[in-house]
């Protein structure tokens, strides 16, 4: 666990347990700078990932990777409004446990035989992803922000992410004499709402994870492959684009070179939504691309249930 964190299911106190979230939750993709192309606490190339529980009662940081632009539910009032802050004291685990991804609505059947469903109920979005993956609670938010922004603006985000080997590398790079964790991979969905064009949300989004997870402060080590057009299985169009990371610097073992997808695309509303992927490149256990895209193949809209 990351210091100033606090298990969902409660655990030993940590410092500065709650904080509201980083707004504003529900931006447009913006891209800072040139084009760059699990669990919070150090993440690759020095940053540090955050994973925020967003609850009509509270928002707590809790472990995750992530850099970009936002998304976010809620109605555009809510959205207007942000976050209640006397909420911000209700507890944790509560809250999670009230949007665990198996309660509550129920999930659309996985559309590939043994893989687990990935659901963002708040817009209508489902994906797949191997059984290896754990999803996260609906309300949980991952996202990334500049290191030295004391506000934490996020860069990009995504929710109800599923994420890879929350504990794939350990350290204590910071010499605080606290082991941090880093995730091997993650993904997600948001809204987009404000974009240009979905080419300009899957090269600026797929750009930002790769900065804000690996390769901080350096924007020159991040380069972005050509947006491409990208039908899911299920009919879904839109576009995709590639960003990774070359020459990040080794300071820690744990920083490694990094890779994110992003695939945009219209939703039946007419609201611009997005699927990324991010994760640990040029390593042993690197997600392969063949298995990103098959992720990507299951991206798919669909109405939730109360019932």
Known sequence: MWPGEQ???????QPNPYKEPPAPWNAPTVASGPPAGGPPGRGPGGGRTRLVAIGA?????????????????GDEDDRAAG??????????SASVAADDPR???RDPAPTVAGW???????????????????????????????????????????????????EWCASDGDRDGSVDHTPLASAGTRDNNGARSTGDVART???????GAYTQPDRDKVSTGPVTSFTTASGIRGSVATSRSSGVAKKDKCDVDGKAT??????????????????????DDEVPETTVREILATVREYTPSDS
Do not use: C
């Not at 298990?7 to 106190?13: D, F, L, T, Y």
């Not at 469903?117 to 991952?142: C, L, M, Y």
């Open 262 to 283: 992003t695939f945009a695309f219209e939703t039946a509303d007419g609201d611009f939504a997005s699927w990324s992927f991010f994760g640990a490149a040029g390593v």
């Open 205 to 211: 989004d797929s750009a930002a994870w790769v900065y």
């Open 83 to 92: 976050p209640d802050p006397a909420a911000a004291s209700a507890s944790a």
């Open 7 to 13: 298990s969902p299911a409660g655990g030993p106190e």
């Open 57 to 73: 009662a509270a928002a707590v940081v809790v472990a995750a990777a992530v850099t970009g632009a936002v998304l976010l539910g």
């Open 103 to 105: 309660s509550g609505d």
């Open 116 to 166: 687990t469903v990935v659901a963002n109920p708040d817009h209508g979005i489902a994906f797949d992803v191997p059984a290896s993956w754990a999803p996260q609670s609906r309300d949980w938010v991952t996202y990334v922000a500049e290191d030295d922004d004391p506000d934490e603006k996020p860069l990009v985000a995504m929710k109800a992410p599923a994420v890879l080997q929350e």
